[in-house]
């Protein structure tokens, strides 16, 4: 099964990449809250020695000097939802099937990221049926983008259920071992664009523990500092990041630990720290481990803040909401 459809031009890795593998920088968007619903999170699924394995890298981060001025960068691309025109009221199924389901989906989206009454509703009702049917272009990269920065939980499911839609993939183990085979495609663009689509994929609860397996041994496969393997590994910590449940982080941590690329670091390192604060609201941890949490969020951002996770979200809102 050929599994990749590009519909632009093929381009080099790096900025000018087909537009459909920006990355998207808030990860507590896309995978936190997303298909919570099926895969709730218990404290016994959050792993001990990943905690553990945060606190020496807390240790190590704030001895470098390095990783806590990534957080700054996490923010940034934020400021795209500022530039979504902020919309209300959802047009009727009458108005919505007069429109190709191009338009259909532009305009709910817009709607979406405008916090819309009944928006996501329309697109949970209505993406089935634009699958194969949507081009895959700037605006719908940027209405997707900006929903899966969304602190809204809906939101967010529905830019990923839209992202398939767009891409023609079914949310079955058939597909993930399409992508899983093209995931070692020597053909770089083919390669990048997998590992997106299965973290995807197991964010909406598709094979999600094979997935994880695969993209952490992506990480480990090829240490090389060449251009392509760290590009390939970056997107690997992008589709892990997307997956958002609390066994992405030990390879995370390792990848920020470990990893030859800065770049690979910077992403781990963003996509970690809202994964923790969460965990660390978990009632059902206890004190030392969730002290260990507030540790590593320390060494990972560089905030001093009280062991308190209200005071992270708070801080973590007010920094994605400032998009600076």
Same mark, same amino acid.
């Given at each position: 099964m050929d599994v990749y459809r590009p519909n632009t031009a093929e381009q080099d890795c790096g !900025?000018?990449?087909? &537009?459909r593998l920006q990355p998207t920088p808030d990860y507590d968007s896309a995978g936190l809250g997303a298909g919570s619903a099926r895969r709730k999170v218990a404290s016994r699924g959050l792993h001990l020695a990943a905690m553990i394995a945060g606190i020496g890298l807390a240790v190590a981060v704030s001895s470098s000097g390095g990783m806590a001025t990534v957080w700054g960068k996490f923010s940034? &691309? $934020? !400021?795209? @939802?500022k530039n979504v025109e902020m919309v209300s009221g959802? &047009?009727? +199924?009458? /108005?919505? +099937?007069? #429109?190709?389901p191009q338009r259909q989906a532009e305009i709910l989206l817009e709607r979406a990221v405008g916090r819309s009454q009944g928006a996501t509703n329309q697109i949970e009702a209505r993406v089935d049926g634009w699958r194969g049917k949507l081009e895959w272009d700037a605006q719908l990269g940027e209405l997707t983008t900006a929903a899966l920065n969304s602190r809204d939980r809906e939101v967010r499911d529905s830019a990923v259920e839209? @992202? $398939?839609a767009a891409y023609g993939l079914s949310k079955s183990g058939g597909m993930v071992d399409a992508l899983v085979r093209q995931a070692s495609s020597a053909d770089h !663009? *083919? *390669?990048i664009w997998a590992l997106w689509s299965l973290g995807l994929l197991a964010n909406r609860g598709v094979e999600t523990d094979r997935v994880i397996e695969v993209l952490s041994a992506h990480l480990k496969d090829d #240490?090389?500092?060449?251009r392509a393997a760290e590009d390939s590994r970056r997107w690997a910590v992008e589709g892990l990041a997307l997956v958002g449940t609390s066994s992405t982080i030990a390879p995370l941590l390792e990848a920020m630990r470990d990893d030859p690329s800065a770049a690979v670091r910077e992403r781990a390192a963003c996509s970690l720290a809202p994964q923790l604060i969460k965990f660390s609201g978990d009632a059902g941890l206890d004190e030392q481990t969730r002290g260990w949490a507030f540790q590593a969020l320390g060494?990972?951002?560089? /905030?001093? $803040?009280?062991n308190d996770s209200g005071a992270w979200w708070s801080w973590y809102r007010k920094t994605v909401g400032s998009g600076q």
């Open positions: !900025a000018g990449i087909d &537009p940034r &691309p $934020l !400021a795209m @939802q959802v &047009p009727s +199924d009458t /108005e919505l +099937d007069g #429109q190709k839209v @992202q $398939l !663009a *083919k *390669k #240490q090389r500092v060449d060494g990972i951002t560089g /905030e001093r $803040l009280p």
